[in-house]
């Protein structure tokens, strides 16, 4: 059964990749004649960002026991044929409304998360509630089958899709770097993610400890908020790289930083199919990450597409970052290839095609 109508659901305050991930997917099932609904949060954080109008639906969401938003979704959601909710926090309350409202539930997850086979909450919020789960990469879809009752959860893999950068000249890199505050002769190094202690960020600061001496214009910046910022703030200070490695924030588009960049290196230990990845290699920038799950393995070849490192080896992630910044034509020839791969390979029509057919059986699911 093809859903008519679908209510997603995504609580945040901030802008990320998944917020993303939910907008695109919105405009593109309105495109393809879907009724879409967005039940969010703030609707600011939305409707500044919007290619076209998607009806928004603002609730409190203020915890996982919030009454009043459960019930406003308790009475919404029998008007719609089926209900996906994008993000961890809104799994419990979207979905235990969603299940007793009698509609079928889509969760996604775009992260490497092992369950907690005992404990009833994950069985509850995996198990139970949603018709079906659907994750960016293999890894994420293998390691919630290792706890066994998931075996019997459908679980499909549907890439991200990802917008392609333009690149810019030398001239135009030069004075984004001015505006952002970079110096114009700067190794710019990026990051971006949640500042939490799966990203392993110490790493990257450790490593550009490392080649202070080696790499003197070396700057790393680290886009993002996140518990980890005092501790990380007093590593740097501890390195002694205050004017080396900074810590901006969160900032609403990534899309001038990556266009002002040289390398982006993602250090997690835990990632599915990473959007800064996606989005930084389809702006044709080199990148260095480790294999954190191996959803990056899945879909790109090592030294071909990108530079891989094991997940906490910092020995290995100086190495790569200094043979990164002494070879400039081999990082021209690596962004270049991973650009024509993405533009291949993760375009949001491909995404959209691959996520009806789920639409579809999650609905079919509950006939």
Not at 192 to 219: M, S
Not at 323 to 328: E, L
């Amino acid at each position: 059964m093809k859903p008519r109508s679908i209510a997603m659901v995504c609580s945040s305050r901030i802008w990320a990749g998944t917020e993303k991930w939910v907008l695109h997917t919105a405009e593109g099932l309105i495109d393809r004649g879907y009724n879409v609904h967005l039940f969010v949060r703030r609707t600011d954080l939305w409707s500044n960002r919007m290619q076209s109008p998607v009806p928004l639906k603002r609730l409190p969401f203020l915890n996982d026991w919030d009454l009043f938003t459960f019930f406003a979704l308790l009475t919404e959601f029998p008007n719609y044929d089926l209900v996906l909710p994008a993000r961890v926090r809104d799994y419990w309350l979207a979905g235990t409304a969603a299940k007793t409202a009698g509609r079928p539930v889509l969760l996604r997850l775009g992260v490497v998360r092992r369950l907690r086979d005992r404990h009833w909450r994950d069985r509850a919020r995996y198990g139970r509630i949603p018709n079906r789960i659907v994750v960016n990469a293999d890894a994420i879809r293998d390691t919630l089958r290792e706890t066994p009752w998931m075996r019997r959860m459908p679980i499909d893999v549907v890439r991200n899709g990802v917008d392609l950068i333009e690149s810019v000249s030398e001239a135009e890199k030069l004075a984004l770097r001015r505006q952002l505050s970079i110096p114009t002769d700067a190794f710019l190094v990026l990051g971006a993610g949640r500042l939490g202690t799966e990203k392993r960020w110490d790493l990257l600061l450790r490593a550009t400890a490392k080649l202070k001496g080696e790499a003197p214009t070396l700057q790393t910046y680290i886009l993002g908020e996140g518990k980890e910022r005092p501790a990380l703030e007093m590593l740097a200070a501890d390195l002694g790289i205050q004017d080396q490695a900074f810590l901006p924030g969160h900032q609403d588009s990534i899309e001038p930083w990556l266009r002002a960049a040289d390398l982006v290196v993602q250090p997690s230990i835990r990632e599915g199919l990473s959007n800064v990845i996606l989005e930084a290699m389809g702006a044709g920038l080199p990148v260095i990450c480790t294999d954190g799950g191996g959803g990056v393995r899945e879909v790109f070849q090592p030294d071909r597409d990108l530079w891989m490192v094991e997940p906490d080896n910092a020995e290995r992630l100086v190495e790569r970052m200094k043979y990164a910044i002494d070879r400039p034509a081999e990082r021209l020839q690596i962004g270049q290839a991973a650009r024509r791969w993405v533009e291949q390979s993760f375009s949001w029509n491909a995404m959209l095609d691959q996520l009806e057919p789920v639409l579809q059986a999650t609905c079919g699911d509950v006939d």
